[in-house]
């Protein structure tokens, strides 16, 4: 008996999802950058933004030079994913999902850590 393993995934929808994962990244970096530098502004629209980073000018330093370096590495999982996706020409629409969650799951995963060691230190408000 044969199994369906799926379709191939169209080209467009290839190029969206990668170009997404490439946005990710790039917005990423830009934090990653200029938080770390201790340049990115308080904001209530990019950045790690709660009650507590956002509390005071140097709380929002605080969390985002502390979580630089996991931001970096989160951005660097979105590039090479959306690199990855579009390069991918032709394959099983199985691949492209599983290869599309893992990312995205290892994303999500850094970002909370980033996140959690962004606070920590912080003096509670």
Do not use: C
Not at 40 to 46: A, C, E, V
Not at 86 to 104: P, Q
């Amino acid at each position: 008996m044969r199994h369906e393993t799926g379709g191939v995934v169209p080209l467009s929808v290839q190029v969206a999802l990668g170009a997404s994962h490439l946005i990710v990244a790039i917005i990423q970096g830009i934090i990653a950058y200029r938080g770390g530098r201790g340049r990115l502004p308080r904001n209530h629209w990019i950045g790690f933004r709660g009650t507590r980073s956002l509390s005071s000018e140097s709380a929002w330093i605080h969390v985002h030079r502390r979580a630089a370096p996991l931001t970096w590495v989160s951005s660097a999982v979105a590039f090479f994913t959306g690199g990855a996706i579009i390069l991918l020409d032709g394959s099983s629409e199985w691949l492209i999902l599983t290869t599309t969650l893992a990312a995205d799951s290892a994303i999500i995963i850094l970002m909370i850590i980033a996140w959690k060691v962004g606070h920590q230190g912080l003096p509670d408000s």
